[in-house]
């Protein structure tokens, strides 16, 4: 399937997109961290935050798009490195001291699974620090679906149907992350929503910002053509059900969640 993912479009909400990994970094002890991944690493820049984070680590950035890893290799360094790998697949044969993935998780089934599958690769007293969107019943999310179910849409993605809303499949309540957490063998257990307040420019500008992540998941479908028509629908709907409005403010939650294996 072509790789869905544009850095450009990702980076016009850069700094928006960097908050809520400073805020998650801020839990994390870089004492003793020797070696540290960033799971769903995107364009780089947030690489850069934890090797900034930790700075007498190793930090690999893994990542399946393509397109994100020819431009994170501008952040390449003697001590950071990028790869191509499924998050959710992911392990190290020789153990990680930190284990980062922001806004990345959620694109994988199974939480339980996949963090389960994450711990057997982090070190005795090795950190775990994650960040969600848990924004799946906001407009930007129910729309899109809505239209994915409708005629002529509908038609185009096979039998299996429209691709699932990824926030709304796979992302747990914060209760059941902590619970999991738990259930898992972790200590020092830290859950949090945070609530981002952003300002956009205007409304038009939320269409624009889930081009870069939640609407990626329907171009490998689409043609140009059909990709095009798809959004302009969307944008139609969105604004109608949200009214155009300059500036726009745009409350975003997020779950974090940061725990240690014990030593």
């Known amino acids: 399937m072509a790789d869905s993912w544009s850095p450009e479009q990702y980076r016009l909400f850069q700094e928006q997109r960097l908050q809520p990994l400073r805020d998650l970094l801020g839990l994390v002890d870089p004492t003793g961290v020797a070696r540290a991944v960033d799971l769903g690493c995107g364009p780089?820049?947030?690489?850069?935050?934890?090797?900034?984070?930790?700075?007498?680590?190793?930090?690999?950035?893994?990542?399946?798009?393509?397109?994100?890893?020819?431009?994170?290799?501008?952040f390449a360094s003697d001590r950071v490195h990028f790869e191509e790998g499924d998050l959710a697949e992911w392990l190290s044969p020789d153990g990680v001291d930190l284990i980062v993935a922001n806004a990345s998780l959620h694109w994988a089934p199974q939480h339980d699974r996949v963090l389960g599958h994450w711990t057997t690769s982090l070190r005795p007293?090795?950190?775990?620090?994650?960040?969600?969107p848990a924004n799946g019943a906001e407009s930007q999310h129910r729309v899109a679906l809505a239209l994915a179910e409708e005629t002529p849409f509908v038609e185009l993605w096979g039998p299996v149907g429209p691709p699932p809303d990824v926030v709304i499949a796979h992302v747990l309540t914060p209760n059941e992350y902590a619970r999991l957490l738990h259930r898992l063998g972790y200590v020092d257990i830290e859950v949090s929503v945070r609530v981002y307040?952003?300002?956009?420019p205007s409304t038009r500008h939320v269409v624009e910002w889930v081009k870069g992540t939640t609407l990626t998941r329907f171009r490998p479908y689409l043609s140009e053509e059909q990709f095009h028509d798809f959004v302009a629908e969307y944008e139609r709907r969105l604004l109608a059900e949200l009214g155009e409005q300059a500036p726009y403010f745009f409350p975003f939650s997020r779950i974090l969640f940061h725990a240690r294996r014990p030593n």
């Open 44 to 74: 780089g820049e947030m690489t850069q935050l934890v090797a900034e984070r930790v700075p007498h680590a190793v930090v690999t950035g893994v990542d399946n798009s393509p397109a994100m890893l020819e431009s994170a290799q501008s």
């Open 125 to 132: 007293g090795g950190q775990l620090a994650v960040q969600v």
């Open 197 to 200: 307040p952003h300002v956009l």
